[in-house]
């Protein structure tokens, strides 16, 4: 009897973390997506707003769904405050904070971190240049995170029922 | 601390600041910060390089000296961290902070086709502390008013940089839009709706739209608008009764504040001139003087600490300058005058 409750419960632990594993793999292109649409936010406020950073920063918080927009909020949270840092320290800080909720992957991160380092740093056309190299960038590793959200997704949530599966055999 | 360093420095520069003696605090007027050279202010008319603790001296190698992360730090809080948003800014060599407060800037120009684009390398500030002086303009209003017509005369403030300017216009606005007269005949008219035109944002220092200095409660004003076209927009919308405007110099300011004339609006304007003299030979203002566009001068001048001020009535004005001699060259350096005399 104990037996038997034990196999399920390795059996329902091994299909859980296969599932997580699943959807970290659905999450991803999903989120650079999102983090696409905020920079094409990003670049109308500064083409056509000329709006300040700081508020351009939490506008996108405004328009993109947590964990990404945590990542905005963040920045401009550190950029209004009075004897705040220069915005790539900010920007890092952010990254460093929020990064890890979301489930993306460190190409992604290395093309955020780059855009920090220039970010209000310009002019308009320069500030929108770099603002275009990184989506182009993140569309890249988008592309690359669909094909192994495809790949990837089912085998890993059989994997995680197969591997539990197979646990169970042994230890009976 | 002291109430009128506005919160634009980064540490350590902040901190010298913040020592500064109680009467150099109270009476500052320019923060001049330039990269890897001393640093200096300027109080009650006069100026003094800082040390390190804040104690004020005239010895050049004992002053402070902001490098440059603290200049850096200085613009990024200036252009709230967007050198892109403040590029029309750049452009013209100053920025305006919050409080009123106006930054002059210097560094290296970027041209475009010949014209100034903006500025890079910017490597000096001369933050100019913007403050209210309430009750500056009860002393001049009464000498600017228009009795049969029950406003002011059309008047021009006119005197050197750092005199006051700004701040006389400020509580002119102020008392003219709140119907505060100083003169017992005055007593019933009331308030006038007054339309300014703020290009660079220093009269009304608005925030998002609202100005963050009194300016009287019927008081409508077009912020960092082009002043000639802004003229016309006020004319043409607000129907205001008095325009005022700062530091008009150019041609089309001439022409839109002639349409405003027309309109039967009372202009109140500021020009950068050192006397009376200045404005008969400058090529747009002695255009409008010789008109008669004016009717009535303010001079300001300053000794010391404090400013003093002449109204001088146009055709007084057109008398006192037309007896003078005119010199044959005018400027100390021997250039010829800008506008041959006639």
């Known amino acids: ?172 | 601390m002291a109430p009128m360093i506005p919160e634009l420095f980064a540490q350590p520069l902040r901190g010298v600041l913040e020592r500064l003696p109680e009467h150099a605090a109270m009476t500052i007027e320019e923060i001049r910060v330039r990269e890897n050279r001393p640093l200096e202010i300027g109080y009650a008319g006069r100026h003094a390089f800082v040390r390190p603790d804040g104690s004020l001296t005239a010895d050049v190698r004992a002053a402070y000296v902001p490098g440059r992360e603290e200049c850096r730090a200085l613009l990024e809080k200036l252009t709230r961290h967007s050198l892109y948003a403040v590029e029309e800014e750049l452009r013209r060599g100053y920025i305006t902070v919050e409080g009123g407060h106006r930054v002059g800037l210097a560094g290296r120009a970027v041209l475009e086709r010949g014209a100034v684009a903006r500025l890079k390398d910017i490597s000096g500030f001369n933050v100019r502390i913007a403050r209210a002086h309430g009750g500056c303009a009860a002393a001049v209003l009464p000498g600017l008013l228009d009795f049969r017509e029950r406003t002011i005369r059309h008047t021009l403030i006119v005197s050197p940089p750092q005199q006051g300017k700004t701040t006389l216009l400020r509580d002119l606005v102020r008392c003219i839009s709140a119907g505060e007269w100083s003169h017992a005949a005055a007593a019933g008219w009331g308030g006038r709706k007054v339309g300014v035109v703020d290009e660079r944002s220093e009269i009304g220092a608005c925030e998002a739209g609202v100005p963050t200095f009194d300016l009287g409660p019927r008081t409508d004003i077009l912020d960092a608008c082009p002043k000639a076209e802004g003229i016309m927009m006020m004319i043409r919308s607000m129907s205001p009764e008095v325009i005022a405007v700062d530091e008009i110099g150019r041609q089309e300011d001439a022409d839109a504040l002639a349409e405003a004339l027309h309109a039967g609006v009372r202009v109140l304007a500021t020009a950068h001139a050192a006397d009376l003299e200045d404005v008969f030979s400058r090529p747009v203002l002695s255009g409008m003087a010789e008109r008669g566009m004016f009717g009535a001068y303010v001079l300001l001048s300053r000794t010391g600490g404090q400013v003093e001020h002449r109204v001088i009535a146009s055709e007084q004005a057109a008398r006192e300058f037309k007896s003078r001699p005119k010199p044959a060259i005018r400027s100390p350096d021997g250039f010829a005058p800008e506008r041959p005399v006639p």
């Not at chain 1, 952010?94 to 190409?107: D, V, Y």
């Not at chain 1, 989506?135 to 085998?155: G, I, P």
């Open chain 1, 1 to 172: 009897m104990i037996r038997l409750a034990g196999a399920l419960l390795i059996l329902l632990a091994g299909t859980m973390i296969g599932y997580l594993q699943a959807a970290r793999f659905a999450a991803r292109p999903r989120q650079i997506r999102q983090l696409i649409h905020a920079l094409q936010r990003l670049e109308t406020e500064i083409q056509y707003g000329q709006t300040p950073l700081p508020e351009a920063l939490s506008r996108l918080a405004g328009v993109v769904p947590e964990p990404v927009a945590g990542l905005f909020s963040r920045a401009a949270g550190q950029l209004d405050r009075r004897d705040g840092p220069s915005v790539r320290e900010a920007w890092d800080q952010a990254l460093a904070g929020g990064w890890s909720r979301t489930a993306m992957k460190a190409a992604e991160r290395e093309a955020l971190a780059r855009l920090g380092a220039s970010l209000g740093g310009s002019g308009r056309d320069d500030q929108l240049k770099h603002v275009r190299l990184a989506m182009l960038q993140l569309q890249a590793e988008e592309a690359a995170a669909r094909e192994e959200q495809q790949r990837y997704e089912k085998m890993s949530r059989s994997l995680g029922v197969l591997g539990a599966a197979l646990v169970v055999v042994v230890l009976l």
